[in-house]
Nanobody, 112 residues
Framework: VQLQASGGGLVQAGGSLRLSCAAS????????MSWYRQAPGKQRDFVAS???????YYSGSAKGRFTISRDGARSTVYLQMNSLKPEDTAVYFC???????WGQGTQVTVSS
């Protein structure tokens, strides 16, 4: 199983980014996918997940600003992040939900 995350970068507060995570070596349409994030010196926290049929779940901080989606044809899960805040700064990781399969992380930095 390989998960390749991309799309991070530097953005000003109030801006938007879309993260992507391409999966391979796994039956993508049969699995739930999740996004987590880890800020410096902090634990890794859940951000959002999407079930195999696309039902989304969000953390409190993500709800209303972030949208998770998936494209089965591309075996890719996305995280659209709007109205970004400096406290969203973190390394963002995708994960096959409930497993130890993690992507390598992509850095998101939000400047004030």
């Amino acid at each position: 199983v390989q998960l390749q995350a991309s799309g991070g970068g530097l953005v000003q507060a109030g801006g938007s980014l879309r993260l992507s995570c391409a999966a391979s070596g796994i039956m993508f349409n049969n699995i739930a996918m999740s996004w987590y994030r880890q800020a410096p010196g902090k634990q890794r926290d859940f951000v959002a997940s999407a079930t195999s049929d696309g039902r989304p779940y969000y953390s409190g901080s993500a709800k209303g600003r972030f949208t998770i989606s998936r494209d089965g044809a591309r075996s890719t899960v996305y995280l659209q992040m709007n109205s970004l805040k400096p406290e969203d700064t973190a390394v963002y990781f995708c994960r096959v939900a409930g497993t130890d399969f993690w992507g390598q992380g992509t850095q998101v930095t939000v400047s004030s």
